[in-house]
């Protein structure tokens, strides 16, 4: 368990958001899972693009 | 599902620009498609063999590989083997007229694309909103004082997206209408109404020539507004695209002239065919505009439901640079794919209920705006440009209803309504 804020992170690309609170349950991915722990070649769900193409925006 | 190559008689519509104006039609050969041959090939006379991707997964898995699978070794849209040997004629030995980032592949799309990234980013966007915003009132204005009756897509929908990015590009009012004109003749080249005049439908190869003269007048209108650009930048993406830098040298002379032309043609093409779709479905459906009054917040997704509903790139062509198993199957290095982007929007194993309009529908992720490296590079000042518009009428607009039965353009490739006749009224002032 951990005291640090959730985060979220938006795609450059198309504007998708991941928000590590609410996870992406429909793609299997749990609510609470950091960005840091989506796989290597986890892509934007909305349009394809990289993990790479993510920013953290609060 | 078949194995066995598609029988031609059965896709040959998908090959024929006049089929995509009969929409319940061409819907119901790709539903069938997706059911019994959802990734196959087939033999049309006077085309090359492809495979046909009509599944929603498929297309995402190709259209994302785009090392693998190309844009720029043979012809990215569909293309007869006269019209394809006429454009190595004319380009000399080129598979592409224009070199926009549509035809661009990797590592050079990813160069090109960094140099107008900024300027369509969502920051870049936001920055014009106010702009745009003005001209979504403008022509939610002439709406209302024209009302109550008028042809929704060539006087709104035809009209506001061209001002909107034309105005980006900094191209003067006085030129809209040409660029409009040539706008038509590339992406509705086969529409009786819309299509270059003089054209010969008859001709296998007509793509292929109106595209030539498209291309011509384009660099001949931009040639001076470049050496302008370059002499004295302006805030404006003219001068963005005039002034790009490609590993440190101006960008080579076709694929800079394609830039202006992908940004002066399909910078407003689909957004119009989009937001002429959006008042069809208006029309049609009154509980829609209901729901949208009193839940304003739901114009982002009636947007996005739009685009998933008129899906105005309808299709695009790769070629294999490897072989690749996908479904059980495999393609071949070299073989032609044609990917669906209508089909794929429509797939009920990718959208619950895909031929209900819901403008609720959450989540949508349709590929409208294409999947992967090649997502539309206008994806925010499309969304928010058509989120400005419905946010000005749907307010005053208390009802609305057809007067005619509307009339999709005849085009294979980008389509959308060439006509939605309405009549309405509007909220008391």
Known sequence: MTDTPYALYRCENCGHCYDEALGAPEDGIAPGTRFAELPDDWFCPQCGADKAAFVRVD | ????????????????????????????????????????????????????????????EIARQDDIFHGGDRSKTLISQAGEA?????????????????????????????????????????????NVEATAKLYADKMFAGGPELDFAQEVAFLYPLKVVLDL?????????????????????????????????????EITKTWGIVFDEFEKYYMPVIADRRGCPRHD???????????????????????????????????????????????????????????????????????RWASPVQQFVRSATR?????????????????????????????????????????????GFGFGGHTCLGIHLARMEMIALWKQIIPRLKSVRLTDTPRMAESEFVCGPKSVPIHFEAEPA
């Open chain 2, 323 to 367: 072989d690749y198993e996908i479904r059980g199957r495999t393609i071949r290095k070299g073989d032609l794919v044609y990917l669906s982007y209508l089909s794929a929007n429509r797939d009920e194993d990718a959208f619950v209920d895909p031929f209900k309009f819901d403008a609720a529908r959450s989540p949508n992720r349709h590929v």
């Open chain 2, 169 to 205: 590009i900094g191209v003067p009012e006085k030129d809209h209408a040409k660029i409009l004109e040539l706008t038509q003749w590339l992406f509705t080249y086969a529409d009786p109404d819309l299509k270059r005049p003089g054209s010969d439908l008859t001709d296998p190869a």
């Open chain 2, 237 to 307: 993406l003219a001068s963005v695209i005039a002034n790009g830098v490609v590993d440190g040298a101006p960008l080579e002379h076709r694929a800079l002239i394609s830039y202006f032309i992908i940004a002066s043609t399909a910078g407003h093409d689909t957004t119009a065919a989009t937001t002429g779709t959006g008042m069809w479905q208006l029309a049609e459906h009154p509980e829609i505009l209901a729901q949208l009054k009193a839940n304003p917040d739901l114009i982002p997704s009636f947007v996005e439901e739009t685009i």
């Open chain 2, 86 to 130: 006429l454009v190595r004629q004319y380009t000399g030995g080129q598979a592409n007229i224009f070199r926009s980032l549509v035809q661009l592949d990797p590592p050079e799309h990813k160069k090109y694309r960094d140099v107008t990234a900024a300027a369509f980013s969502l920051d870049g966007i936001k920055a014009a909103m106010p």
């Open chain 2, 1 to 60: 599902m078949h194995d066995d190559l598609i029988p031609p008689e059965l896709v040959a519509p998908a090959f024929n620009p006049a089929a995509f104006a009969h929409r319940d039609d061409i819907h119901a050969l790709f539903t069938r498609l997706r059911r019994d041959y959802p990734l196959s090939k087939v033999e049309v006379p006077g085309f090359d063999p492809h495979w046909i991707v009509t599944k929603y997964a498929d297309l995402r």
